[in-house]
């Protein structure tokens, strides 16, 4: 599928061979090397600037679905986590229904955040950030973003839904502690070897 000014080394990248791991995860077919390595799609390292000074931290990030259809699956996920679903279960409800790439929203990635440090203070008062994946031993992006910080609504619902259905924390958190970033991108640079920080977006 092509996506309409969006860089497809970039998708294939962030997106698609993302779900190949998944699909070996449930058929079991990753030693533990693989896990890590495939895990670096999800935790990028996020700069931001503000009143706590200039910060670097690991954030896991994650897709959401285009505006038209994020009421929807917010809906369908809340009544799939009622079943108390396996691991396997999650992750094949994830291939099949959450993550379908005609309803992924290309432009905007999201995380939560569990503790509220520099990087929280700093986006509270400059809504900027850069994301900067690398997966050894060559390929990485880096990822300029506007930032939103969502403390209700269905953004802030979505997303924590989504990390408690694969997380399965053993207790019933609390999702007013944990606001949800979504960052939009703006700019996405191609720092892999070979490429050297050419603007691919």
Known sequence: MKHKNFPEDFVRFIFRERLVF????????????????????????????????????????????KEEFLEGMLIDVERFMKGNP???????????????ES??????????????????????????????FFVPPSTS???????????????????????????KPEKTRDWSKTPVYIFKIEEIYDNSIGKWGVKIY
Do not use: W
């Not at 070996?24 to 895990?39: E, H, I, K, P, T």
């Not at 309803?103 to 900067?132: C, R, W």
């Not at 300029?144 to 694969?166: A, P, Q």
């Open 103 to 132: 309803k992924i929203d290309f432009g905007k990635l999201s995380s939560i955040e569990l503790v509220k440090g520099h990087t929280y203070q700093n986006l509270a008062k400059n809504p900027k950030a850069t994301l900067m």
């Open 141 to 167: 992006f880096e990822v300029r973003c506007g930032v939103e910080i969502h403390k209700s609504g269905v953004y802030h619902k979505y997303v924590n839904s989504l990390h408690d259905l694969f997380h």
């Open 22 to 65: 998944l699909r070996n995860m449930l058929s079991g077919g990753l030693a533990r090397s693989d896990v890590y390595l495939g895990f670096l799609r999800h935790t990028p390292v996020v700069a931001s600037f503000g009143g706590a000074g200039l910060n670097v931290a690991v954030k896991g990030v994650g897709f959401v679905p």
């Open 86 to 100: 396996s691991k396997d279960e999650v992750i094949r409800f994830l291939l099949e229904y959450v993550y379908d």
